[in-house]
């Protein structure tokens, strides 16, 4: 079975940092795109980042949503199966739950797996 597990949230004032983890486990044969998401209050999970697989074909491309480009950075240990995020300049309007999110090719195919889930509170 697989699963992600993601760690790393938690209480900082405006302007400080964070940083995540996520480590993907089970059998599997492949990691595609892994990312972030996150899910305020009263709103719709949006996509944070998200990278590519780092293989021949792809660089380990990165996206970004606008409002956190220069503050976020995502990467990825392909021998670990572990993407991260490390936010810095945290504002208010980054509280939210986070989820790491990947698709995984497991016995039966591709599949898209979620984490559990990291508070982020931003507060003074």
């Known amino acids: 079975q697989v699963q992600l597990v993601d760690s790393g949230g938690g209480l900082v004032q405006p302007g400080g940092s964070l940083r995540f983890s996520c480590a993907a486990s089970g059998r599997f044969s492949f990691i595609n795109v892994m990312g972030w998401y996150r899910q305020a209050p009263v709103k719709e999970r949006e996509l944070v980042a998200t990278?590519?697989?780092?293989?021949?074909?792809?660089?380990?491309?990165?996206n970004y949503r606008d409002s956190v480009k220069g503050r976020f950075t995502i990467s990825r240990d392909n021998a670990k199966n572990t993407v991260f995020l490390q936010m810095n300049s945290l504002q208010q309007e980054d509280k939210a739950v986070y989820y790491c999110?990947?698709?995984?090719?497991?016995?039966?195919?591709?599949?898209?797996?979620w984490g559990q889930g990291t508070q982020v509170t931003v507060s003074s």
């Open positions: 990278i590519t697989s780092d293989d021949i074909t792809t660089d380990g491309s990165t």
């Open positions: 999110n990947a698709e995984i090719l497991g016995p039966h195919g591709f599949d898209d797996y």
